[in-house]
């Protein structure tokens, strides 16, 4: 008897087996698409769900669905995905969209190839399904950047997309600092800039649920292209560290 009672407290006292992949997904008032996105998380995988400050039951929705809900005080797509970030602890870490726009699902073959050593980011270029799926001007905006980008980088890259997947420790060691909307095209920038090996994969865009808050009219649009166009203005990693020591000698 002292020995099964021994086996028990052992397993029910042994800490949870650690996510196959964590996926982060910041938020701001999506009650209505998150049960649909969290349905859709692949088995063993971990969200993370970043409420930014939602006033509509977010958070409590996420933990309904099985969720880790993480809080971030500071408003900016940028300071909740690199919240997110911070709070996981999986080997691979994805990012997606909460608003029923992306499917995280897709998500498996992009971890597949980084596991696989084949690359060190993955992204999702969006393929529009469905009237008012992507607003003429948010893709106008998107292309510019990635004309901007491809300049800046040399990476044939066509979108900017949300849906993408790297290693953490790597992810971290980018030292990323944009905390608004140039969060993503700083990692790509600063993962170009580190050598990383980058690819790009079709992945269907669906009309979002609810109204955007980066590119849901122009004027967010506008803010989100005046966030990015300062990223691709960083200096390579070469000229950073020359001015911050006082410039060449």
């Not at 002292?2 to 996926?23: F, Q």
């Not at 039951?57 to 911070?86: K, Y």
Request: hydrophobic letters at 40%; proline letters at 7%; glycine letters at 10%.
């Amino acid at each position: 008897m002292a020995i099964l009672v021994r086996r028990v407290k052992d397993v029910t006292t042994s800490p949870p087996s650690p996510a196959a992949v964590d996926v982060v997904l910041p938020c701001l008032d999506e009650a209505e698409a998150l049960p649909w996105v969290l349905n859709r998380i692949p088995p063993g995988w971990r969200a993370l769900v970043v409420d930014n400050g939602s006033t509509d039951g977010s958070a409590e929705i996420a933990r309904a669905h099985g969720a880790t809900v993480v809080r971030e005080e500071r408003r900016g797509f940028g300071a909740a995905c690199h919240a997110g970030l911070l709070a996981a602890t999986a080997d691979v870490v994805c990012f997606c969209d909460c608003d029923a726009s992306l499917d995280p699902g897709l998500l498996v073959p992009f971890v597949e190839e980084v596991r696989a050593g084949q690359a060190d980011l993955v992204l999702g270029r969006r393929r529009p399904r469905g009237r008012g799926s992507w607003p003429a001007h948010a893709r106008a905006g998107n292309l510019a950047l990635s004309l901007l980008l491809r300049r800046r980088t040399g990476l044939a890259l066509r979108d900017l997309g949300p849906l993408r997947a790297a290693r953490r420790e790597e992810l971290l060691g980018l030292g990323l600092t944009d905390r608004r909307s140039g969060y993503p095209l700083q990692m790509v920038v600063r993962a170009a800039d580190a050598g990383w090996r980058v690819t790009e994969h079709d992945v269907p865009y669906l009309p979002r649920s609810g109204t955007s808050k980066v590119t849901g009219t122009w004027r967010g649009t506008w803010h989100a292209v005046r966030d990015m166009s300062g990223v691709l203005r960083e200096a390579p990693p070469a000229r950073r560290e020359r001015s911050a020591q006082g410039g060449t000698r």
